[in-house]
């Protein structure tokens, strides 16, 4: 069936290097892939979302590159900072509105 | 801009009770509202897809007869939790859909089950 696969549990990192959290996807359809940031006690918000002419989405200084041929949708940024620490979930998308969440990355970023 | 609320932000309710959130769509017209759940240290289950003038879809796990929603018109929706347990505790998100890809959260209804 249709899943999303996020192998990082937690991922820890010094401030001011770089950050890649890992996201691939199982679907027979060709879906739209998003990341969620989810901040403490908060609601998931829209980070990115993917681009059927494979654009290269990008927001707040992270982005992601959805390739096919590997069913991957990476997030990266060259630069962490503090105020990135929190749950990064990646989610399959089809026509229809529902969307397949990841188990969920988070990251902690320390001084 | 798009926005989505949801109310009750927090409830509480006795184990075996039931309790109703809504979710209302502002500044978009809702074509589908998808019902999600998050259980403590868990990703986000999908319960339900409401599409206007469509049958409501559950996903496997879920029945209409825990969790009966009504999605009356294109801006709001609501979901009743029957008969809550302490494994019904958690995170409630509505997710709506303008048409396009976009998904628009609320802030969730978190339940606590006591």
């Known amino acids: 069936g249709d899943s999303v696969t996020q192998t990082e549990g937690l991922v820890t990192l010094t401030e001011g290097l770089p950050v890649m959290l890992n996201c691939t996807y199982q679907?027979?359809?060709?879906?739209?892939l998003f990341w969620y940031v989810q901040h403490l006690n908060e609601a998931p918000k829209l980070l990115l979302k993917s681009f059927t002419d494979n654009k290269r989405p990008e927001h707040q200084g992270f982005h992601a590159t959805l390739h096919k041929s590997s069913s991957s949708f990476h997030l990266q940024k060259s630069s962490a900072q503090l105020s990135d620490s929190a749950l990064y979930y990646c989610a399959w998308g089809y026509n229809q509105g529902k969307l397949i969440f990841g188990q969920g990355t988070k990251l902690s970023i320390k001084p | 801009g798009a926005l989505v609320y949801q109310y009750p932000r927090r409830t509480i309710c006795k184990s075996g009770t039931s309790m109703r959130m809504e979710c209302q769509a502002v500044?978009?017209?809702?074509?589908?509202v998808a019902w999600y759940r998050q259980s403590p240290q868990k990703t986000f289950e999908l319960i339900a897809l409401s599409t206007v003038n469509s049958a409501i879809k559950y996903e496997q796990n879920f029945t209409q007869e825990k969790f009966p929603i009504s999605h009356p018109n294109l801006s709001f929706s609501s979901m009743t939790v029957l008969n809550a347990y302490l494994e019904d505790r958690g995170l409630y998100l509505c997710g709506a859909r303008d048409g396009a890809t976009e998904v628009f959260f609320g802030k969730g209804t978190r339940l606590t089950v006591v």
């Open positions: 679907s027979t359809y060709s879906p739209f």
């Open positions: 500044g978009f017209q809702a074509t589908s």
